[in-house]
């Protein structure tokens, strides 16, 4: 299993800025694709964004052009940059560590999640 500890969360007005961080414990070997996720109230857990060990990411089309996710593989951290923050972005942030397809991958594990982060948009 891979350990994830996510953090930046907190309260901000809309337009505003946050960072949030996770940081994965190490595992020789094994690469994994980082993707966020957020979950609000009474709603199903949805998809962010996701960035891969070569650096390819994706976006879900509410955050694009407004959320940046990176990683610092030295660190073993990604981030998530979340610029013009809206009240509907009010969530609990999960990051989520995925192994990569193929049979190189096998022994890896996949399906992490950390325990998430609370981010709070007010109007």
């Known amino acids: 299993q891979v350990q994830l500890a996510e953090s930046g969360g907190g309260s901000v007005q809309a337009g505003g800025s946050l960072r949030l961080s996770c940081i994965a414990s190490e595992r020789a070997f094994c690469k994994y694709a980082m993707a966020w996720y957020r979950q609000a109230p009474h709603r199903e857990r949805e998809f962010v964004s996701v960035?891969?060990?070569?650096?390819?990411?994706n976006y879900a089309d509410v955050v694009k052009g407004r959320f940046t996710i990176s990683q610092d593989n030295p660190k073993r951290t990604v981030y998530l940059q979340m610029n013009d923050l809206k009240p509907e972005d009010s969530a609990v942030y999960y990051c989520?560590?995925?192994?990569?397809?193929?049979?190189?991958?096998?022994?890896?594990?996949?399906?992490?999640w950390g325990q998430g982060t609370q981010v709070t948009v007010s109007s």
């Open positions: 960035i891969r060990p070569d650096g390819t990411t």
């Open positions: 989520k560590a995925d192994r990569l397809p193929g049979p190189t991958w096998l022994s890896c594990p996949t399906n992490n």
